[in-house]
T-cell receptor
């Protein structure tokens, strides 16, 4: 079956520093890749998605490139803020039906002022 | 704005008891999902549904049943709650292959 592996947290950073959260995946299908973010006390919400290989997705200063050859989708941000503290999930959806997502275990990001 | 609500938001149950978690969406979405969230496991799919009166098993369905009596409502049922089912449960909805919208979650503690 499908699987997603991402950086184990927590990741602790100071404001203004750069972020990379690694994500690698395994699937026999042609996936769409997602990054979701979950703030404390809330449900996950979509950060962005990339349906095609070699394309980049971005939102709120975060970005990730769908690297089909390396089966990776690493999340990056040049300068984090305290408000970015959250749990980040990498996920994939195969090209079979039912819009079924497979999530990674999540990475906790803690940003100190 | 998408709207998925869950009730209750928090619940304490006894081992062996029956628990029903409810989800309601006002998005007019066909697809609905139940996930559980545990530290170290992330989000795992329990059951999902793509039409009223029909449910499908997800990746970890054992010990759970689901019910979709209408397009708007989707329930998760634990007939005999166990300690291992202590977790946070999230409901989500989507339109076909588009973004999934999550509810705020239900924290379930089984004692």
């Amino acid at each position: 079956g499908d699987s997603v592996t991402q950086t184990e947290g927590p990741v602790t950073l100071s404001e203004g520093t750069s972020l990379t959260v690694n994500c690698s995946y395994e699937t026999k299908q042609y996936p769409t890749l997602f990054w979701y973010v979950q703030y404390p006390g809330e449900g996950p919400q979509l950060l962005f998605k990339v349906p095609k290989a070699n394309e980049k997705g971005s939102n709120r200063g975060f970005e990730a490139t769908y690297n089909k050859e390396a089966t990776s989708f690493h999340l990056q941000k040049a300068s984090v803020q305290e408000s970015d503290s959250a749990v980040y999930y990498c996920a994939l959806r195969g090209d079979s039906g039912y819009n079924k997502l497979t999530f990674g275990k999540g990475t906790v990001l803690l940003v100190s002022p | 704005e998408a709207a998925v609500t869950q009730s209750p938001r928090s619940k304490v149950a006894v081992t062996g008891g029956k628990v029903t978690l409810s989800c309601h969406q006002t998005n007019n979405h066909d697809y609905m999902y139940w996930y559980r969230q545990d530290t170290g496991h992330g989000l795992r799919l329990i059951h999902y549904s793509y039409v009223a009166d029909s449910t499908e098993k997800g990746d970890i369905p054992d010990g759970y049943k689901a019910s979709r009596p209408s397009q708007e409502n989707f329930s998760l049922i634990l007939e005999l709650a166990s300690l291992s089912q202590t977790a946070v449960y999230f409901c989500a909805s989507s339109v076909d292959r588009y973004e999934q919208y999550f509810g705020p979650g239900t924290r379930l503690t089984v004692l």
